[in-house]
């Protein structure tokens, strides 16, 4: 599968963007999707994931409340809704795929997008 992430910017504290995911082939139901960031630095860290049906979440714990991934199958497309948005959140975004259910690890991931650049201003 390859993977196309989008929606990143320039934003201020306590702003909202929703980052997309764009995902080819026919079999995007059958992964775990993910959302990564990496901040210069620092290494790349799980933010949220979805389990195929969309019913189960998980998310990074300074992130909970905040942040909302979501799916649609039928648009082989993943999403993730970030509100109230802080400068610690300035970092490449990367949605990948996982064939491990409730996957956390970067190392268990198979497919990556190419990233999306956030940046959010004090």
């Known amino acids: 599968v390859q993977l196309q992430a989008s929606g990143g910017g320039l934003v201020q504290a306590g702003g909202s963007l929703r980052l997309s995911c764009a995902a080819s082939?026919?079999?995007?139901?059958?992964?775990?999707m993910g959302w990564f960031r990496q901040a210069p630095g620092k290494e790349r860290e799980f933010v949220a994931g979805?389990?195929?049906?969309?019913?189960?979440?998980s998310y990074e714990d300074s992130v909970k409340g905040r942040f909302t991934i979501s799916r649609d199958n039928a648009q082989n497309r993943v999403y993730l809704q970030m509100n109230s948005l802080k400068p610690e959140d300035t970092a490449v975004y990367y949605c990948?795929?996982?064939?491990?259910?409730?996957?956390?690890?970067?190392?268990?991931?198979?497919?990556w997008g190419q990233g999306t650049l956030v940046t959010v201003s004090s």
């Open positions: 979805i389990r195929w049906n969309g019913v189960s979440t």
């Open positions: 082939g026919r079999t995007f139901n059958r992964y775990y």
């Open positions: 990948a795929a996982s064939y491990r259910d409730l996957a956390y690890d970067a190392r268990t991931y198979s497919y």
